[in-house]
């Protein structure tokens, strides 16, 4: 070991505030309103708040307890406390999940903090170029191409052609940034950046809230009021409620909000005190999101679109959070009076929920190279960036279809996060022991959990989180493994707008026909198209790139014919890209556990109970 | 242009529940937080040294 002292949070309310700006990032304001429009409106709310209850509280309680305990045994990174909880060496294999995490995302994350930086700093200077008095659907396509550009969507290295453009500056000021404060520490970096940015975000974004609550449509523009935007989030739907996919998606917003599973919470509690509550912190953390997600991200982001341009435009926004966030509100922002001022704003929130999140990415590598390798502060802050900047640096090159940051999203910030959390809650339940894991956690605790959460904990949360993680994979792992094999799919699809005009078109209950006519772009084949599906995959070319093609849907009932048009954007993922972010992964996982490796002999050699046989000290 | 999409009152009821039930339980939390009780001993437990 070093001899630094050992860190510690300033205050109860600086742990409280750190984790809870772990939690609130963009998914807050950008996934779930969309996930909620998508999937039932208000009668999302019902499978969302199931899944709070029944696996991010409890799973959450369960790593906050984890992870003081393991501190109280002189370990703060979750190989090692894994390994403590585990009883055992392949506790720490699992527990390299822990770091893998939050590194991996980080890869990425700071690329979308830049460019909520980059578009901060355009509104602070004017906006993004899209033209005055320009109809909706104009400036959305200008939003877009401004975007494409940002992000060098169309090429890879395309964001570097230009040399040092300002979604660079952008990008080196905060990766900058959070180097800075992870290195100043727990207490003097990370807990005082979200002592500061958590109030000013709930601040500016209820000032944005009351402008969205207060708006009115401009002449000519959708028609729409305020009342319109509230019900096409908030009306519910119940037959999504029969949709498995519905539940699936409240279940991973619910998860991948709250932070558990992320490697995070373990590492942020491990620096707490035997006398330091852990429930009531780890239930105000959870609030604290949940206040974030429902009331701010629920009633600003979406209303304010439907307002402004209108129903169509933002069902097709709704299903990407990046087509939200930098597509759409850009034109809402263009047409509210004051718009420059409210999209400075709202940029500046989703930085500020961005960077309070990267920051708590980087804390836990840093700590685990720190115990494992012996290594100093700075060292150990100098490895994590660069690290950290290798895998900003692939991802920024490989931007062509955004495939390197959606393979590296999909299978370290989705797929290994719910394996992580079921990892976690097994380990307290049945491996320590509900009973001990219980106990340690009241320890210090100023309200008990209850004993129904203490049944949950042990039965429900585990078997929910398998039928998650089943659902998770079935749905989505095929398609990532056909790009990995080179056999790209797309499906043509009438997305939710199409499909609700549809059936308001045909409220009868009929059997309804479609028939498929393509109309623009490169030839496709037809010939999976079903009669009685409103969608069909098809095989594309291994030399298509990103185009559009468009098709006429034929909808029958027998009777009456209408015709709607569908436009698909193939955006396809380069299976070569896809396997070299593989390789990169794969690289930084053998790192990781050689490191866990060396980090094991050190422990083991210094005589300290790295399998949790000793009970741990005060 | 999509069917009217006005806020009905089960849609009023589910947005107030959702948004007072967070906000509440936000509160809560802070103040028990903030403003813990003065006489309120450590609940037991514990794995002791």
Request: aromatic letters at 14%; proline letters at 5%; one cysteine or more.
């Amino acid at each position: 070991m070093t001899n630094q002292p050992t860190q510690q949070w300033g205050s109860r309310l600086g742990v409280i505030l750190a984790v809870a700006g772990s939690a609130v990032g963009l998914g807050n304001f950008l996934r779930f309103p969309g996930n909620a429009a998508e999937h039932g409106g208000g009668a999302f709310m019902i499978p969302y708040f199931l899944a709070l209850i029944f696996l991010g509280i409890p799973i959450g309680w369960a790593e906050w307890a984890m992870g003081r305990y393991g501190g109280r045994k002189g370990f703060h990174s979750a190989p090692a406390i894994m390994g403590v909880w585990c009883k055992g060496g392949w506790g720490r294999f699992a527990g390299v999940l822990g770091v893998l995490v939050p590194l991996g995302v980080y890869f990425y994350y700071v690329i979308i903090e830049a460019w909520c930086l980059y578009y901060f700093w355009l509104y602070c200077t004017g906006g993004i170029g899209l033209t005055p008095g320009a109809d909706a659907p104009t400036q959305a396509q200008q939003a877009r191409d401004f975007f494409t550009t940002v992000i060098g969507q169309s090429e890879n290295g395309s964001t570097f052609s230009n040399g040092m453009s300002g979604m660079l500056w952008s990008f080196l000021v905060t990766a900058a940034l959070n180097v800075w404060f992870v290195y100043r520490g727990l207490s003097k970096g990370i807990e005082t950046v979200c002592k500061y940015a958590m109030p000013v975000m709930a601040v500016l974004g209820l000032v944005v809230l009351a402008r969205v609550l207060t708006l009115d449509a401009p002449p000519g523009t959708t028609g729409q009021t305020v009342n319109d935007g509230l019900g096409y989030l908030w009306n519910p739907h119940w037959e999504e409620l029969t949709n498995f996919k519905t539940w699936l998606a409240a279940a991973g917003q619910i998860f991948f909000s709250l932070s558990v599973g992320f490697g995070v919470i373990i590492n942020y509690s491990s620096y707490m005190k035997k006398k330091d509550d852990v429930v009531l912190s780890g239930l105000t953390a959870s609030a604290t999101n949940e206040f974030f997600e429902v009331v701010l991200g629920g009633l600003i982001t979406v209303t304010a679109s439907v307002v402004f341009v209108g129903v169509t435009l933002t069902g097709q926004s709704t299903g990407s959070s990046f087509s939200l966030g930098f597509n759409t509100l850009p034109v809402v922002f263009a047409q509210m009076p004051g718009g420059v001022f409210f999209g400075a704003s709202f940029f500046l929130i989703l930085f500020l929920a961005a960077i309070t999140s990267s920051l708590s990415m980087l804390q836990p590598s840093q700590a685990f190279f720190e115990e494992s390798l012996g290594i100093s502060r700075g060292k150990a802050t100098a490895l994590v960036t660069v690290w950290g900047l290798a895998g900003n640096a692939f991802v920024l090159w490989y931007s062509k279809g955004l495939t390197a940051l959606d393979t590296i999203d999909f299978w370290v910030g989705a797929f290994f996060i719910l394996v992580m959390a079921g990892l976690q809650i097994f380990a307290f339940g049945w491996i320590f022991g509900l009973d001990r894991g219980i106990a340690e956690a009241h320890a210090g605790a100023h309200m008990h959990i209850p004993k129904f959460f203490q049944f949950v904990i042990k039965y429900v949360a585990p078997a929910y989180l398998l039928v998650v993680l089943v659902g998770f994979c079935v749905n989505n792992m095929p398609g990532y493994i056909d790009t990995l094999r080179g056999n790209v799919t797309t499906a043509v699809a009438a997305n939710d707008a199409t499909k609700k005009q549809i059936a308001a078109d045909y409220p009868a209950p009929a059997k309804l026909t479609y028939a498929w006519t393509q109309v623009d772009g490169p030839p496709v084949a037809l010939g999976d198209a079903a009669k009685d599906k409103t969608s069909f995959p098809f095989h594309e070319p291994p030399d298509a790139r990103n185009f559009k093609v468009k098709f006429a849907l034929d909808v029958s009932d027998g009777t009456a014919k209408k015709t709607y048009p569908v436009e698909v954007e193939v955006d396809v993922e380069s299976p070569g890209t896809a396997r070299l972010t593989w390789g990169f992964l794969l690289l930084t996982i053998v790192g990781l556990v050689a490191i866990m490796l060396v980090g094991a002999k050190r422990w083991r050699a210094q005589g300290r109970d790295l399998d949790g046989r000793q009970p741990a000290n005060d | 242009m999509l069917a009217n999409t006005e806020l009905t009152a089960t849609g009023w009821t589910f947005m107030l529940v959702s948004c007072i039930g967070v906000t509440w339980l936000t509160i809560w939390c802070f103040k028990k937080v903030l403003f813990p009780p003065h006489d309120e001993p450590d609940l037991p437990g514990g794995l002791g040294p």
